[in-house]
């Protein structure tokens, strides 16, 4: 069975940067779009970048201009740089897939299991 893994969550301080990796455990037929999302503690899950097959892209308000998405179509993998943190950027990230496992197969929305971004004042 396809799985989202994700990787490179950690702490750092305010300013700081870091970079999550997502990508399938196992070869997929196609992808279509990616993107990561996040969910602070009591708060709902928000989108924070997304990704299509083509390398359109699309940014919450609040992450524009310090967050950058990308994907390697070969590794099946989907990036996230995150540069000039801030404490509220704290949350688990998620990243999401649609995709079809098989040649016959529907596409549907997969999701990692996420990881911890915290970010110290």
């Known amino acids: 069975q396809v799985q989202l893994v ?6 750092v301080q ?14 997929v037929f196609s992808i279509n779009r990616m ?6 503690p ?5 989108l924070v970048a997304t990704i299509t097959g083509g390398g359109s892209t699309n ?18 993998t989907v990036y996230l740089q995150m540069n ?10 998620y990243c999401n897939a649609d995709l079809s496992a098989t040649a016959m ?5 997969y999701w990692g299991k996420g990881t911890q971004v915290t970010v110290s004042s």
């Open 42 to 46: 009591g708060k709902q899950r928000d």
């Open 14 to 27: 305010t300013g700081g940067s870091l970079r999550l990796s997502c990508a399938t455990s196992t070869s």
């Open 84 to 93: 000039s943190l801030k404490p509220e950027d704290t949350a688990v990230y």
């Open 59 to 76: 940014y919450a308000d609040s992450v524009k201009g310090r967050f950058t998405i990308s994907r390697d179509n070969t590794k099946n």
């Open 105 to 109: 197969g529907r596409s549907y929305a």
């Open 6 to 11: 994700e990787s490179g969550g950690g702490s």
């Open 35 to 40: 993107g990561w999302y996040r969910q602070a």
